[in-house]
């Protein structure tokens, strides 16, 4: 689809969604989430498919830490991670990093 034409199926969009009362409107909110949620599993899906058990990785944890560890476990979002620290992590696919076999 064309630039153009995606322009205009959006104003065409904006302009169906002025007319939408309450119900409609709650309806659409519902379908919208469902879909971004699809969206986001599927993307988190395919990050995960990038590691497996075993594997040595990294991330930066919220204090801006380095940690360095192995993915113990693939869940259904996240992966867990045990760190050369001895504590255990819920990561998140995105953050993880790979790093070369010691």
């Known amino acids: 689809m064309n ?5 205009l199926d959006r104003e065409l969009f904006t ?3 002025r007319h939408m009362g309450e119900e409609d ?3 659409l909110n519902r379908m919208v989430v469902e879909r971004l949620n699809l969206l ?3 993307k988190s899906t395919v990050e ?7 594997d040595r990785v990294h991330f930066t944890a919220s ?5 360095h560890g192995v993915v113990l476990r693939l869940n259904k979002k996240t ?4 760190t ?3 504590q255990n992590w819920k990561v998140s696919p995105g953050l993880l990093r790979k790093t070369a076999t010691r």
């Open 3 to 7: 630039s153009k034409q995606t322009i």
């Open 15 to 17: 302009q169906a969604l």
């Open 25 to 27: 409107l709650l309806y």
């Open 40 to 42: 986001a599993q599927a």
């Open 48 to 54: 995960l498919a990038q590691f497996a058990e075993g």
């Open 63 to 67: 204090d801006g830490s380095i940690k």
């Open 79 to 82: 992966a867990s991670v045990h």
């Open 84 to 86: 050369d620290e001895g």
